[in-house]
């Protein structure tokens, strides 16, 4: 749990965010939006969470047991979408006056809300609501299920300003260069014969926005589906882009978007003198399948026939070009090794300006400085774990041991001895870089100590009144049907409630009604935990040179060995992103903080630094690190 999973929330925490979504899945059997350890123990007790604990939709599955545990805002805020039945609402208003949720309780969920609302400045800066997101209609409902207060709901503003130039610079800085044999890449626009191929390069038949969000893979992928997408304003395809700049420079273009077009296919194939191949591979949520694939993919292989169209246009053009826009880790090991591919890249996801970034890097306006954030393995069964598709317990819910602990991905890979196509951190320029003159400086800082003491008693802000008439409905309101109000429709609690079980015993977390003193945690003390853990113990430093002959970006990566034998080889500590002139140098900088270097102590329930000798890395990528030395 330490040493992977909450570290990225500890920085987040550290770093000052305002809420945090509590997941729908079981940890220890417990309901994410309400098991008291991760939510009380870990991120509000151990890293200091100020902020609020917000439900994913519909991710809450029980009343006084998660307020208890820890959550402060339950979204959309009914049991079952429009469904107009709360575990709170009336329901939380009911368990303070009879006492099952402490006072201190709903005044924390408060505080931390509005506290979060103040932080971020909406208090000085707020803008009125110009848009609805169930419609795109003009006028329509306020209340859009309820069909309640027609009105304008929709003033459609264009919030974009310049956005469509950052998008198109962060499209090609986030593009990958894998391969490139003999300097194929950046093409010169005066090829004699361009050809394109790969539904991938083209438009969907419907329109960037045709498949309710994204929920299908027609056309060029440039954002994945889910319920967190937004629609195109337009969609630059791949096909589009290179079209313009082989006819800006006079040249031949033609290109097949059918990936199962095989005679044409090949025809065009034989007569290019440089074909370009578009492939990709889809995920998203999993309220949506797209090809038999719900929510995560069924494999690692391209889709839409593309593996058969890469191996088909391959053997016949001996410069192929191959770019993939995926969602992750795909086999592409018989291409890495095809003389006939010159060239490879990852392109990601890359929005709007897909084909005007991609066609930025083919022709060199960009040179490639991005690195792979996962590997690239030779065998699905070479990552060391793999996904749970079905239940597996014979129940409902399916149960993941994480045997693999800390082994994930390249540090997986590492443990093993098993060779991947692509390392994490690997990605080509069209420069070379050297690294020279690693040197370390300790700093001299205090030692470790572990927090001690106790928290304050919670507050109570204020006094309530336990007359019940008080939180009754308004006489004078109007109610919205379906939505979600706090107030009680008689004065008899139980009555109000309106549950058969009303008083039976239910599930209280160990602790969660006493607002007395506790003990504060050893690792605990500040927002992202004990601030010991982020004194800086070592600066490290080393030379990065471009030894070519155009400017480029180099991404130095610093690796830390721990040196137990539980531990990784090495665990990525630390990069940048460097632009660099030919022929000039610049020095690469991290801090080694006391984290870095420690491990979690199960028995102490606290970080310790081992005895174990502590290396450090730096280089290029996982497995191309030339500069290493032991910490003094």
Known sequence: ??????????????????????????????????????????????????GFVMSDWQAQHSGVGSALAGLDMTMPGDTLFDSGVSYWGTNLTIAVLNGTVPEWRIDDMATRIMAAWYYVGRDRTSIPINFDSWTLDTYGY??????????????????????????????????????????????KGTEKFTAVFGADAGSAPYGPNGCADRGCDNGTLAMAWG????????????????????????????????????????????????????????????????????GDRNNLTFWQGGDYLIRNISAICNNTILVMHTVGPVLIGEYANNPNITAILWAGLPGEQSGNSIVDVLYGRVNPGAKLPFTMAAARGDYGTDLLYTPNEGTSAPQQDFTEGVFIDYRSLDHTG????????????????????????????????????????????????????NYQFPANMTRIPLYIYPYLNTTDLMTSANESDYGAPGFVPAGSQDGSPQPLLAASGAPGGNPSL??????????????????????????ISLGGPNDPKVVLRGFERLSIQPGNSTTFTVDITRRDISNWDTASQNWIVSNYTKTVYVGSSSRNLPLTQTLP
């Open 534 to 559: 982020y004194d800086v113990l070592y600066v490290i430093t080393s030379t990065i040179s471009n030894t070519g002959s155009v400017a480029g970006e180099e991404v130095p990566q610093l690796y």
């Open 142 to 187: 306020q209340h859009f299920y309820a069909k309640q207060n027609y009105r304008l709901i929709n003033e459609h503003i264009d919030v974009r300003d310049e956005h469509a130039i950052l998008i198109r610079e962060i499209g090609a800085a986030s593009t990958v260069l894998l391969k490139n044999i003999n300097g194929t890449l950046p093409l």
């Open 227 to 294: 319920s967190g997408t937004a629609n195109f304003p337009y969609l630059v395809t791949p096909e589009t882009a290179i079209q313009n700049e082989v006819v800006g420079n006079n040249g031949v273009f033609q290109s097949i978007t059918d990936n199962f077009a095989f005679k044409q296919i090949d025809a065009l194939a034989s007569q290019a003198s440089v074909a370009i191949i578009f492939v990709n591979a889809d995920s998203g949520e999993g309220y949506i399948s797209v090809d038999g694939n719900e």
């Open 1 to 50: 749990m330490h040493e992977l999973y909450l570290w990225p929330f500890a920085d987040a925490v550290r770093a000052g965010v305002g809420s945090i979504m509590c997941s729908y899945n079981q940890v220890n059997n417990s309901y994410g939006c309400q098991n008291s350890y991760t939510l009380n123990y870990l991120l509000k007790g151990e890293l200091d969470f100020q």
């Open 418 to 469: 098993i060779s991947p196509v692509y390392e994490f951190g690997f990605g080509l320029s069209y420069t070379t870089f050297s690294y020279s003159n690693l040197q370390i400086t300790r700093s001299n800082v205090s030692t470790y100590t572990p927090t001690t003491g106790t928290t304050a008693a919670a507050p109570i802000l204020g006094s309530f009144s336990n007359n019940t008439g």
